[in-house]
């Protein structure tokens, strides 16, 4: 049913002296049955599959802290910084959905609180680390703490930041504890956001279902222009906030040390993690059908592209600070600008023009 | 009669002089000679670049001034013929130019720790250009104050009261400031996502022009929340119309457009629920035709023009338009343009971008 939202002095009555020419004219129109087809297959085979894996993924990271905490060696290390890589690529993978309930309650920010130019993050967990505040060693209560301190960035930090030799020499040390606060505060987001995907009258419903009374997608159209929004703010989210934080070119300053992740040298994981996620999205919802066959090969071109990056991305040296001093290094660094820049166009304006944006999708998100 | 002087095309073209209309091509001299009303828009070319563009009435491009990247709004002084293209948010540049070419552009770079967002209004002497800016790590909306008369100086800035500031505009005798916060929080280093939308603070504030003070705020009450105050336009009696995007549930009908003067409280527009529907519950411009008395609307969500009765905000004429972009005052009702290069009469190889301003 549909809502009227009173204000106080609004009422809706008739307007008098109506002159009306014509209905609306949405930009999107196709049709609602592919539509909800498309939106059903990102749903069930992306979406949902994704925060179940992260879910997942957080759990096993947590089961890993708890036992380096419990007892410490290098071996218990190394799983518990597996762990960590795992989960972190888990999160890439479906990080790239900024829409929704991920962007709800600080959700984003508590498992990822990044850009962080000014370092707020490092200066609040030295701060935890250097006072041991017991409740900052409780999931619950970190929780409720500043969301700079208790997702993956923190977490990196005890595993990989200064003083982290520490893990390997004290069983139960605050160290260790903190962090297994942190991947457990991770695994009770990612459950969240699991559960409210997975219940079946909630924004599961609402993406798969677009209609007139649909709270989230009233029409067709509305809900495959999200559907690409999330495909084109991913792709420029891989661009300007993972690669240009620290290479915008050659002939620019360079800062490796404001990277995602350069410390544990899992910048390139979690980035090949957010373009197979894109990928993945592309493929699983299967929004090629929607286009008209002439249209059709811009989703293979996109794809090509992207299996392009990720591979690429393999080959980049993981210590970002000889990376971005080395020519050759260098080289593909540019090479993954520019490939990016052609997969935000080729959504953007292929794809987007190809369903009737006809200037593209950014340039139509109004403002 | 429009916003702001009342002269026409007449006094476009007086004011452009000889040498800007011996620079046009036949084919613009000819558009401006037998236009009623000149605007100025942004537009992206089909290169791919960006420039603002002198438009006829009937939609006919008549000059065109490259931008290095996409404009959002556009400020005009018609005492000083001065026009400002302002970069769209996260934008930081702002580019001053004379529409007759008669002076030379000047490039306004927002300072440190600032980004325009995309509006911005002359003093009605046009000595103080006043543009809506986003001290991004404070997060809260700023007016920056610039020197109109010593190329564009930066001279100070006002606490705009509020976060996601957007469109902003000046009263008619010029003591007023008008300022519509979105309420959306936004920062350069997430590049255009709105970080807060679960916990929006919209608000319409009026400030003393000389000083900064804060001479009225309104908030929305809890049940509009969501509802991102983004765009004015001021009536010939000095009532301040304002339109809204709803960020909330796509089902909710919300109020669109409202007004409220100096002293008194919001009012909304009594919008039937199928022009509400038609509208996309999203107002991306508005415009007061002073002369018709009516207000226009357009909505590229919706792909619907609608325009409305400046008194009573009922509803006169609803228009189906594709990729609803920019409205501004006509000779009489209400020009249009579109994302697909329409401005009333005529399609031009440009996308039109969201907002149109009368130059004369």
């Known amino acids: ?367 | 009669m429009w916003r702001g002087e009342a002269i026409d095309r007449r006094g476009f073209l007086k004011a452009a002089g000889i040498t800007f209309t011996a620079a046009l091509s036949p084919r613009s001299l000819m558009a401006l000679e037998r236009a009623d009303a000149v605007y100025a828009s942004g537009f992206r070319a089909p290169d791919g670049s960006f420039g603002v563009a002198t438009v006829s009435e009937r939609g006919e491009i008549i000059d065109r001034v490259a931008l290095p990247a996409r404009a959002h709004g556009i400020a005009y002084s018609a005492a000083t013929g001065r026009t400002v293209a302002f970069a769209r948010r996260p934008g930081t540049f702002a580019m001053v130019f004379d529409p007759s070419r008669q002076a030379e552009p000047v490039m306004i770079s927002s300072p440190e720790g600032r980004h325009f967002y995309g509006h911005g209004h002359f003093s009605p002497d046009g000595s103080r250009l006043y543009a809506s800016e986003n001290d991004f790590d404070g997060n809260r909306g700023m007016i920056g104050v610039y020197d109109a008369r010593d190329k564009f100086r930066r001279i100070g800035e006002f606490d705009a009261h509020g976060i996601g500031t957007h469109d902003m505009t000046v009263s008619d005798d010029g003591e007023l400031l008008v300022i519509a916060n979105g309420g959306i929080e936004t920062h350069p280093d997430f590049g255009r996502a709105k970080l807060n939308v679960d916990r929006m603070e919209p608000s319409l504030v009026l400030l003393d022009a000389k000083t900064g003070a804060l001479i009225q705020r309104h908030t929305l009450p809890v049940s509009l929340r969501q509802l991102s105050t983004r765009h004015l336009d001021i009536a010939e009696d000095g009532r301040i119309w304002f339109a809204c995007q709803w960020e909330g549930e796509r089902n909710a009908l919300p109020p669109l457009a409202g007004w409220f003067s100096k002293g008194d409280d919001l009012s909304f527009a009594k919008l039937p629920e199928e022009t509400t529907i038609r509208l996309g519950n999203y107002v991306g411009a508005i415009a007061v035709n002073r002369r018709d008395g009516v207000v226009g609307l357009t909505s590229p969500v919706g792909g619907a023009a609608v325009t409305l009765d400046a008194k009573t905000g009922t509803v006169v004429k609803e228009e189906a338009v594709r990729e609803a972009a920019g409205v501004a005052p006509a000779a009489h009702g209400i020009a249009v343009s579109s994302y697909d290069g329409r401005f009333n009469d005529t399609r031009s190889k440009v996308a039109w971008d969201q907002h149109i301003i009368r130059l004369g």
Request: glycine share 8%; hydrophobic share 40%.
């Open chain 1, 1 to 367: 049913m549909r809502k009227i939202v009173f204000a106080g002095l609004v009422s809706l009555l008739p307007a008098a002296a109506l002159a009306q020419e014509g209905d609306a004219a949405p930009s999107v129109d196709l049709p609602m049955a592919e539509v909800t087809k498309v939106m059903t297959a990102a749903v069930d085979g992306f979406i949902r599959p994704g925060y179940d894996a992260f879910h997942e993924a957080s759990g096993k990271m947590t089961t890993a802290m708890k036992a380096l905490c419990e007892a410490p060696s290098r071996t218990s290390y190394d799983a518990a910084k597996s762990a960590f890589r795992d989960a972190a690529v888990s999160w890439a993978h479906i990080e790239v959905v900024r829409v929704g309930p991920v962007i709800e309650q600080n959700r984003f920010e508590r498992i990822l609180f990044y850009p962080d130019r000014k370092s707020t993050g490092l200066k609040q967990v030295q701060s935890v680390l250097s006072k041991a505040d017991e409740t900052a060693t409780d999931p619950a209560t970190l929780g409720t703490k500043s969301v700079a301190m208790q997702g993956f960035g923190a977490l990196e930090y005890v595993l990989a930041g200064t003083g982290s030799e520490e893990l390997l020499k004290t069983k139960n040390g605050y160290r260790c504890r903190y962090g297994a606060a942190i991947a457990g505060n991770i695994a009770n987001v990612a459950k969240e956001l699991s559960d409210i995907w997975d219940a079946p009258d909630g924004i599961q419903k609402a993406w798969e279902q677009p209609g007139p009374d649909n709270p989230s997608f009233r029409t067709s159209g509305e809900a495959i222009t999200a559907l690409l929004g999330i495909l084109v703010h991913g792709a420029e989210a891989v661009r300007d906030q993972r690669i240009e934080t620290f290479y915008k070119g050659e002939d620019k300053a360079k800062f490796p040390k404001q990277a995602l992740f350069w410390r544990s040298e899992n910048t390139w994981p979690t980035i090949r993690g957010n373009l197979e996620g894109l990928s993945t999205l592309l493929e699983k919802s299967g929004m090629v059908a929607l286009l008209q066959e002439k249209d059709r090969p811009i989703v293979a071109a996109t794809q090509a592209q992207l299996k392009s990056m990720i591979e690429l991305s393999a080959k980049v040296a993981p210590d970002l600070e000889k990376a971005v001093e080395n020519a050759a290094e260098r080289r593909k660094l540019d090479k993954l600008l520019a490939d990016g820049k052609e997969v935000i166009a080729k959504l953007n304006d292929g794809y987007g023009g190809a369903i009737g944006l006809s200037s593209g999708f950014s340039f139509s998100d109004g403002d």
